[in-house]
Nanobody
């Protein structure tokens, strides 16, 4: 079982940027697809982005495509989410997750505690 710890959230103005990080431990990081999901108040958790084990292929929700970039460093057991041109509707608790298949969000079964992102002027 992999343990996940997110960091990098905060308060940012619309149009600003943040970079989220997630450090994994307890298992071989490169054996897992990794991803980011988010949950806004009163809404269900939703897919944001995932990345394959090698980092060669990435997937994005339509709402973040062109603004967010996922990446991973297998030597550092870390996955990142670079978020640019942030909008108020990006406000949510962002979760890091590990899973089996990057194209299939339902295969992601291990979760971090989340890091809060608030976009507001």
């Amino acid at each position: 079982q992999v343990q996940l710890v997110e960091s990098g959230g905060g308060l940012v103005q619309p149009g600003g940027s943040l970079r989220l990080s997630c450090v994994a431990s307890g298992s071989t990081f490169s054996n897992y697809a990794m991803g980011w999901f988010r949950q806004a108040p009163g809404k269900e958790r939703e897919f944001v982005s995932t990345i394959t084990r090698s980092g060669s292929t990435t997937y994005y929700a339509d709402s973040v495509k062109g603004r967010f970039t996922i990446s991973r460093d297998n030597a550092k057991n870390t996955v990142y989410l670079q978020m640019n041109n942030l909008k108020p509707e990006d406000t949510a608790l962002y979760y890091c997750a590990s899973g089996k298949l990057a194209p299939i969000p339902s295969t992601f079964t291990s979760w971090g505690q989340g890091t809060q992102v608030t976009v507001s002027s």
